[in-house]
């Protein structure tokens, strides 16, 4: 009954090459400019939300804008939940939105910056689509320092 694994194309017919951003970005805490996740790209042209399979939302390293098919909130940037994992809970409530086996975000924001601002959401209960989102209105979009060259050389043998 669940044998449906049809995915998204992810590229519909668009011009070849063409992409969203293709530099590095981090989110940063509006409060104290803290880095809070770093190494970000854009998800390509074409992407769609797909938040019916279970399956995470945006790819690990990979940020989305939200959509309102993706069912946050409030207007937000979206990252994988690998990405937000390091992030702590709120102080005082840590059990904010905790759902049967995870998070959601159901009872306000649930991930806090280290110096104590509220700054997104964890979804990781299994009745949520797996993902963590960070309001607009709560963090900064910025580009990574550039660290020089890029980062496509082969890895040496
Ligand atoms: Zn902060």
Redesign the pocket.
Known sequence: MDADHSRHARSPGGAPGSRAFTVEMRIL??????SLVGNLFEVDEGFTFDISEGAEVVPPRRFAFSKPESGCREPSVVVSLADAGMLGKPEGDPDRGYGCCGYTDTAGLNLT?????D?GYECSDCTVPPMAYFPLTRIELKRSEESGGNKLSPAAS
Request: hydrophobic share 25%; net charge positive.
């Open positions: 805490c509006k409060q104290c400019g803290a910056c280290g110096c104590g601002f700054v």
